[in-house]
């Protein structure tokens, strides 16, 4: 056993018997006098006497049977029991002329590795650093460059959601450019857009834990603005639903799908939050390309605006080769790690190459799975498919179609576009609100999404009501802080009740429902437009849907109860 001073440095260790530590322990029959000694101080464990004491006897206080030495030993000696601080005196002719047997490393060991400190995070005393060193590499979460790639994908939501949200203004510039199309008809656009957009997220998610996050955006951003370009001859209404609508669509999906997966992976404690910021780049993006499309269109044209917009979808290309896999980060922070505590202390090389060896066993045994169909057959996570169904109804038909409704109640261009950008600066507030709110862990995340759909369905039943522009924003202040905390908390409550590593099967399949109901809805929503003349009809549909999902929502609790379910209820 060896000991250390206050100061690292090691005074003794070794093997000693029971007959070498007698010569240490005074018997009653001991007389009260120290003559030469030897302390070992040495860093390399071997002894070195001292200089021998005075000629002169000096004197040892006496102390009573209970106070003193015991001739016998107690039963255990162990490392407490003597002070590190204060050197061990000997008598000389203990110490013989052999060295001592154990020799003392150079450098102290570091602790053992097994499964129990594997993953332990609290740190331990390097005597030669003088310092708290951590058992294992930092994680790569919540820090440093995992804020880097939290931005990568808000500007990345901000450039494609932007304008899938600015895209009502679109629509109503295909109306005009088309006059002759009706509303079922360039419904079309918004229901292979919203289709392709969600219908391919399984794909997607599955081909960026295959290819990573990087190549898919970079693709993505590739394909949005080619369909830009290739819609500028404007053929028909049918060639518009293919570019703008299907081909569009396709390529907003490869874009965004990555980014949901990389912030569950780079997040943890902070993981309400940084959803929060990551969903707040879709309504920003609004705010900005409303009224962007409106000023290209003025000065440029239908067509020049598309060649524009073509130009911006490619800075997506950008965005994507600045994102690092976590996967390539972490092994960039390990790395790190291990390169400084060899340098300081050789001896950790050994604990280097053990937790090497654990962390890719560890790795190979909970390898991310692209696709996972067993959820269809789980009672809870259907909770979620029959939610999308309803809520897509109005999530995000209801702003798509609020300029028509706009018309009809006499506002301008202008003013459609104002209240667009209205609606998407509420939902970005509202979506950053939602992630520092259950950052704080004050209310449940199942009540605020029920909550949410409620107030939503309160505000598409409430449109048919305004008869003017302000009026018409306090209906969408309420739809935005629907979509805000819908949006924010989804992809929250996948990964805690079903695993953050199920997150490209659990997002992938929710999306691809959504998406099947993006082609159902707009044309239905342009029929009963048609139909009844109004969108009164509509705006009630969509929010009775909403209502529904609501109710089916709050029923989870007593759905997980049944057999099959398996559910982390938060």
Same mark, same amino acid.
């Given at each position: 056993?060896g000991?250390v001073?206050?100061?690292?440095?090691?005074? #003794?260790? /070794?093997t000693?018997?029971q007959e070498?530590?007698?010569?240490?322990?005074p018997?009653? +029959?001991?007389?009260?006098k120290?003559?030469?000694?030897a302390v070992?101080t040495?860093?390399?464990?071997?002894?070195?006497?001292?200089?021998?004491?005075e000629?002169?006897?000096?004197p @040892?206080?006496?102390e009573?049977?209970?106070?003193?030495?015991?001739?016998?030993?107690?039963a255990?000696?162990?490392?407490?029991? %003597?002070?590190p601080?204060?050197?061990?005196?000997?008598?000389?002719?203990?110490?013989g002329?052999?060295?001592?047997?154990?020799?003392v /490393?150079?450098?102290?060991?570091?602790?053992?590795?097994?499964?129990?400190?594997?993953?332990s995070?609290?740190?331990?005393?390097?005597?030669?650093?003088?310092?708290?060193?951590?058992?294992?590499?930092?994680?790569?979460?919540?820090?440093?460059?995992?804020?880097?790639?939290l931005?990568?994908?808000f500007?990345v939501?901000?450039?494609t959601?932007?304008n899938f949200?600015?895209?009502?203004?679109?629509?109503?510039?295909i109306?005009?450019?088309?006059?002759?199309?009706?509303?079922a $008809?360039?419904?079309?656009?918004?229901?292979?857009?919203?289709?392709c957009?969600?219908? !391919?997220?399984?794909v997607?998610g599955?081909?960026?834990?295959?290819i990573?996050?990087r190549?898919?955006?970079v #693709?993505?951003? !590739?394909?949005?603005?080619?369909?830009?370009?290739?819609?500028?001859?404007?053929?028909?209404?049918?060639?518009?639903?293919?570019?703008l609508g299907?081909l #569009?669509?396709?390529?907003?999906?490869?874009a965004?799908t990555?980014?949901?997966?990389? @912030?569950?992976?780079y997040?943890?404690?902070?993981r309400?939050?940084?959803?929060?910021?990551?969903?707040?780049?879709?309504?920003?993006?609004?705010?900005?390309f409303?009224?962007?499309?409106?000023?290209?269109h003025r000065?440029?044209? #239908?067509?020049?605006?598309?060649?524009?917009?073509?130009?911006?979808?490619?800075q997506?290309?950008v965005?994507?080769? !600045?994102?690092?896999?976590f996967?390539?980060?972490?092994r960039?922070v390990?790395?790190?790690?291990?390169?400084?505590?060899?340098q300081?202390?050789?001896?950790?090389?050994?604990?280097?190459?053990?937790?090497?060896?654990?962390?890719?066993q560890?790795?190979?045994?909970?390898?991310?799975?692209?696709? +996972?169909?067993?959820?269809?057959?789980?009672?809870?996570y259907?909770?979620?498919?029959?939610v999308?169904?309803?809520?897509t109804?109005?999530l995000?038909n209801?702003?798509?179609?609020?300029?028509?409704?706009?018309?009809?109640?006499g506002?301008t261009?202008?003013?459609?576009?104002?209240?667009?950008?209205?609606?998407?600066?509420?939902? /970005?507030?509202?979506?950053?609100?939602c992630?520092s709110?259950? /950052?704080?862990?004050?209310?449940?995340k199942t009540?605020?999404?029920? @909550?949410?759909?409620?107030v939503?369905?309160?505000?598409?039943?409430? @449109?048919p %009501?305004? $008869?003017?522009m302000?009026?018409?924003?306090?209906?969408?202040t309420?739809?935005?802080?629907?979509m805000?905390?819908?949006?924010?908390?989804?992809?929250?409550l996948?990964?805690?009740?079903f695993?953050?590593d199920a997150?490209?099967?659990t997002?992938g399949?929710?999306?691809?429902? +959504?998406?099947?109901?993006?082609f159902?809805?707009?044309?239905?929503?342009?029929?009963v437009?048609?139909s009844? $003349?109004?969108?009164?009809?509509p705006?009630?549909?969509m929010?009775i849907?909403?209502?529904?999902?609501?109710?089916i929502?709050?029923?989870?609790?007593?759905?997980?109860?049944?057999?099959?379910?398996?559910?982390?209820?938060?």
């Amino acid at each position: 056993m060896g000991l250390v001073d206050e100061e690292g440095m090691t005074k #003794f260790e /070794s093997t000693i018997s029971q007959e070498e530590i007698s010569c240490v322990a005074p018997s009653d +029959q001991t007389e009260n006098k120290v003559t030469d000694t030897a302390v070992y101080t040495s860093t390399t464990g071997h002894p070195q006497a001292l200089h021998p004491m005075e000629d002169k006897e000096k004197p @040892v206080p006496q102390e009573t049977p209970e106070e003193g030495f015991s001739s016998s030993l107690p039963a255990e000696i162990t490392e407490k029991d %003597l002070s590190p601080s204060v050197p061990l005196i000997i008598p000389e002719k203990c110490l013989g002329s052999e060295p001592l047997k154990s020799q003392v /490393s150079t450098y102290p060991s570091p602790p053992a590795m097994n499964e129990e400190n594997l993953g332990s995070s609290e740190p331990q005393e390097n005597p030669e650093e003088g310092l708290i060193a951590p058992l294992e590499p930092p994680s790569g979460k919540d820090a440093g460059y995992a804020w880097l790639v939290l931005f990568l994908v808000f500007m990345v939501n901000l450039v494609t959601a932007g304008n899938f949200k600015s895209f009502g203004i679109t629509y109503t510039i295909i109306l005009d450019y088309f006059p002759d199309a009706s509303g079922a $008809g360039a419904g079309w656009i918004l229901g292979l857009l919203m289709g392709c957009r969600c219908l !391919l997220s399984p794909v997607m998610g599955a081909l960026t834990v295959i290819i990573g996050p990087r190549k898919c955006i970079v #693709f993505g951003g !590739l394909i949005c603005a080619g369909s830009f370009l290739l819609a500028v001859p404007a053929l028909s209404i049918e060639y518009m639903a293919f570019t703008l609508g299907a081909l #569009f669509g396709a390529g907003m999906c490869m874009a965004e799908t990555p980014g949901y997966i990389v @912030v569950t992976d780079y997040f943890e404690r902070r993981r309400p939050f940084a959803n929060g910021v990551r969903a707040a780049g879709n309504p920003m993006g609004g705010v900005i390309f409303s009224p962007l499309v409106v000023l290209l269109h003025r000065h440029f044209g #239908f067509q020049g605006a598309l060649v524009m917009m073509a130009g911006v979808m490619l800075q997506l290309a950008v965005l994507g080769m !600045l994102m690092r896999p976590f996967e390539q980060h972490q092994r960039i922070v390990t790395e790190d790690f291990w390169r400084k505590r060899v340098q300081s202390n050789p001896s950790w090389y050994q604990r280097k190459q053990d937790q090497e060896n654990m962390q890719t066993q560890k790795k190979n045994n909970n390898k991310k799975k692209p696709l +996972q169909f067993s959820f269809f057959r789980n009672p809870s996570y259907l909770v979620y498919l029959a939610v999308v169904i309803c809520s897509t109804a109005a999530l995000p038909n209801a702003l798509f179609f609020l300029p028509v409704y706009g018309r009809t109640i006499g506002l301008t261009d202008m003013q459609n576009s104002f209240v667009s950008s209205y609606c998407s600066l509420s939902d /970005s507030l509202m979506r950053l609100a939602c992630g520092s709110i259950f /950052s704080c862990k004050v209310f449940k995340k199942t009540n605020g999404f029920i @909550v949410s759909l409620l107030v939503g369905a309160a505000g598409c039943l409430i @449109v048919p %009501l305004c $008869g003017s522009m302000w009026q018409l924003l306090i209906s969408a202040t309420m739809f935005s802080l629907c979509m805000g905390f819908f949006w924010t908390l989804i992809n929250i409550l996948l990964a805690e009740q079903f695993g953050g590593d199920a997150m490209p099967s659990t997002w992938g399949f929710f999306r691809m429902v +959504q998406g099947i109901c993006s082609f159902v809805y707009p044309p239905l929503i342009g029929f009963v437009m048609d139909s009844t $003349g109004g969108m009164a009809a509509p705006y009630a549909l969509m929010g009775i849907l909403t209502f529904g999902a609501a109710v089916i929502f709050a029923l989870q609790p007593l759905i997980a109860k049944l057999p099959g379910s398996k559910i982390n209820l938060t």
